[in-house]
């Protein structure tokens, strides 16, 4: 037998050396290398299993019919699956504590098993009083819904195995133990560990198996990256503490686009879809007032529309403030410097605060354009034309791009009744005879024609 060789690899993003390394050359993290334990045990389970049941196959001996697909009946839950859950598939679901991803995936559980599903919740966090507790918040729940308050993965394997459900939840992996490892749970040995072993599990057994796991303060799935290749699908649920609003994004998926979402508002009764994204981001908007700006924002295949709001006063620091809400600080920083530049405004000497409302966060290039005439109509104090949207990507040159699938946003705003429509040049010349009448539309170049909007 080959003598068991001792490993180490980085806390943060899971990169594996023969020895220990001070600096992580993967993510550059000072002192997170750690000792892996000894790999032998997970490993050579692993192995003998597999040597077992496995030989090689041509191509063609290889079943082709479309995956097997269970309905959660939740349509914005389906629809960022690719269209069900796939029989057999390791799903990770990340977010922030408190999200919302045990709610969500109780609710998952509860209707799947309304249909006669047999489903499985295995909960390290939470007490079975607590799980029943959330639960008579969500409604009624069958008896194909089973509940396991269990940390240690052999007993939930045999369980599993035992019971053979179509459906098993592990809620959270960062309490999981697998006893035969000295590390702590939430280590990145067991998570790693415990991850591989679901996998065999779902792939053995045919069980579509979801696992829960936090997202640490630097923004990755505790024992992180490493995860994300290990599962089929990666679906991270995320929203602004202060709004309902919750979204649900894939990052990866073996088995659909991962360019879905899906959109949740968290009620006192659980977890809602919201089928007009659109409507819902407006709602509570003040109309015709300086600094706030309604956008088009592509999310996957859907247009909505959300509110950029821009406060710009004159500083009392030394310092200028600058914070954004919602979407990033270093594009705001950056269009900030090409407005000083290339319009001219004094800016540098000016507070900004923005905010996407309603929750959303936008990354987007194409809010360029909204943001930016969000932070002059809030520089200027003046409004802009009333019923207005404006999208459209800016340059360092001030000039304004071209974005993505400009028709369907224009589209979208005219079916929530807005009039006028600013957005590049180009897209106004490439689609002008596809685009909805009704709409006054104003076409920019470039950021120095911005100034014939206000009066
Ligand atoms: P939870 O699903 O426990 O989050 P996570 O598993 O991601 O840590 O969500 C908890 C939050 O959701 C909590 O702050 C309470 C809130 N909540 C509601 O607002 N309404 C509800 O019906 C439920 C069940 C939870
Ligand atoms: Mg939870």
């Not at 269970?70 to 799903?91: P, Y």
């Not at 919201?274 to 819902?280: D, I, R």
Request: hydrophobic share 40%.
């Amino acid at each position: 037998m080959a003598k068991a060789k001792t490993i180490f690899f980085c806390k943060e993003c899971g990169l594996e050396s023969g020895k220990w390394l001070g600096q992580c050359p993967g993510c550059k993290a000072w002192d997170s290398f750690v000792e892996a334990p000894k790999e032998a045990t997970g490993g050579r389970r692993s192995g003998a299993r597999s040597l077992q049941s496995r030989k090689p196959v041509t191509l063609k001996e290889v079943r082709m019919e479309e995956e097997e697909r269970l309905c959660t009946g939740m349509s914005e839950l389906d629809r960022v699956l690719g269209g069900g859950i796939v029989v057999g598939s390791l799903v990770l679901v990340g977010g922030d504590p408190g999200i919302g991803k045990s709610t969500l995936l109780l609710q998952m559980c509860r209707l799947v098993s309304a249909g006669g599903t047999s489903v499985l919740y295995v909960s390290g966090e939470e007490s079975l009083r607590q799980i029943r507790m959330r639960a008579t918040r969500i409604g009624e729940f069958s008896d194909h819904l089973k509940l396991l308050a269990e940390t240690r993965l052999p007993v939930i394997t045999d369980t599993v195995t035992e019971l053979k459900p179509a459906v098993v939840i592990i809620d959270s992996i960062q309490t999981m133990v697998d006893p035969e490892l000295e590390s702590a749970p939430g280590s990145v040995g067991q998570v790693r560990e415990i991850t591989s072993a679901l996998l065999r599990l779902a792939k053995e057994e045919e069980i579509s198996i979801f696992i829960i796991g936090h997202v640490t303060k630097e923004g990755q799935v505790a024992g992180p990256r490493m995860l994300e290749h290990m599962v089929d699908t990666v679906l991270y649920f995320e929203g602004e503490s202060v709004s309902s609003y919750r979204v649900l994004r894939a990052v990866k998926n073996r088995f659909g686009s991962t360019n879905e979402i899906g959109v949740f508002e968290m009620l006192s009764t659980g977890l809602h879809e919201v089928e007009n994204p659109s409507e819902h981001m407006l709602m509570g908007m003040p109309e015709g007032e300086p600094g706030s700006v309604v956008t088009v924002t592509l999310e996957g295949t859907r247009p909505i529309l959300v509110e950029v709001q821009a406060l710009i006063c004159r500083t009392s620091f030394q310092l200028p403030r600058r914070t954004a809400v919602g979407t990033d600080y270093n594009r705001l920083n950056l269009l900030m410097a090409v407005m000083e530049r290339r319009l001219g405004v004094q800016l540098s000497g000016c507070d900004a605060y923005i905010n996407v409302a309603g929750g959303m966060r936008v990354t987007e290039p194409a809010l360029d354009l909204g943001m930016v005439l969000a932070i002059l109509s809030g520089y200027r104090n003046q409004a802009l034309p009333v019923r207005s949207v404006a999208f459209g990507e800016v340059g360092l040159t001030g000039e304004v791009r071209s974005v993505s699938q400009s028709r369907l946003r224009v589209r979208e705003a005219a079916k929530l009744g807005y009039t006028t429509c600013i957005l590049p040049q180009a897209d106004l010349q490439a689609a002008q005879e596809e685009l909805p009448d009704g709409i006054t539309y104003i076409g920019i170049k470039n950021l120095t024609e911005l100034k014939k909007l206000f009066h």
